[in-house]
C-alpha cells in the first residue's frame, strides 16, 4: 500500500487503492513543458496544465500531459 492511499484506510480494496495510487503518483510526477522542455508543468485542474518556467497554460489529458 502507498503512502498516499493510507488515508483510505480499510476500504475500497487493495486492487482499487493500488490503481489509484499509480494514477496519483503519475499526475503528481514531473511533467516536460511542451514549449521549453523543462520539467516544470504543475496540473490546475483536469486536463489543465501550467508551465512554471515559460508561463505557459495548455490542455492535456486528465492526469497526464
Known sequence: MSITTK?????Y?????E???QVEALQRG???CPYCNKPSVKRIA???WHCVKCDAKFAGKAYSI
Open 13 to 17: 480494496g487493495r486492487k482499487t487503492k
Open 30 to 32: 514531473k511533467h516536460k
Open 46 to 48: 483536469v486536463g489543465i
Open 19 to 21: 490503481r489509484f495510487a
Open 7 to 11: 488515508r483510505f484506510g480499510a476500504r
